[in-house]
């Protein structure tokens, strides 16, 4: 296979992985209309639904689809994690125009605690709602780069550029 057969294969494959956690499964069943005695205990998520766009929409209708003592539970990536505020600050730049033309990454979706709780709190009857920070010990900044490498957000990021891009993105992204 070629370099540039190979480069569309996982452009392709960064698509579909995301719309299969993503868009094409959980809005049409979030858009369902709700039936008697078909209403959930408890839905759980960790790591789909910061693909899903309209988190305002999204979640009080996924409250609307619990019992009355259900449970929402959720877990996504940290919109404000340095990794992604700097992703955007290079997709903002003038340099990466090309690869990002509207200036906007394509990201998660996840937005500050506050944003769900005033999402929420007019359809919960009890929000309990936090951030955790996972620290991980690298060795450097370019180990710190490798491991973020191997997140979803960051091959949708690259999928598009080509391999030497992909390169001196991550060159300027652990430069800062």
């Known amino acids: 296979m070629s370099r540039n057969g190979a480069a569309q294969v996982d452009t392709e494959n960064a698509q579909l992985q ?3 956690t993503g868009e094409a499964i959980i809005r049409p069943w979030v858009r369902q209309p709700n039936h008697p ?3 959930a205990d408890l839905i759980f998520s960790s790591g789909a639904l910061q693909w899903v766009d309209d988190h ?4 009080p209708r996924l409250i609307s689809k619990l019992a ?5 539970a959720v877990q996504m990536p940290a919109y404000d994690a340095l990794p992604n ?3 955007r600050e290079m997709a903002a730049s003038e340099r990466w125009r090309t690869w990002f033309p509207d200036r906007r990454a394509n990201e998660w979706r996840s937005h500050a605690l506050e944003f769900y709780s005033a999402a ?4 919960a009857k ?3 709602l936090w951030a955790t920070d996972y620290l991980h010990i690298m060795p450097d900044i370019d180990g710190i780069v490798e491991w973020y490498k ?3 957000c960051v091959r949708i990021w690259t999928a598009s550029m080509m391999q030497a891009n992909v390169t001196n993105f991550w060159t300027n992204t652990a430069r800062g």
């Open 126 to 128: 009890w929000l309990d």
């Open 85 to 87: 505020r700097v992703m």
């Open 37 to 39: 005695g078909e209403r």
């Open 56 to 59: 305002a929409d999204v979640f």
């Open 150 to 152: 191997g997140t979803g």
């Open 68 to 72: 009355p003592e259900g449970v929402l």
């Open 120 to 123: 929420l709190s007019r359809c």
């Open 18 to 20: 995301s719309s299969l």
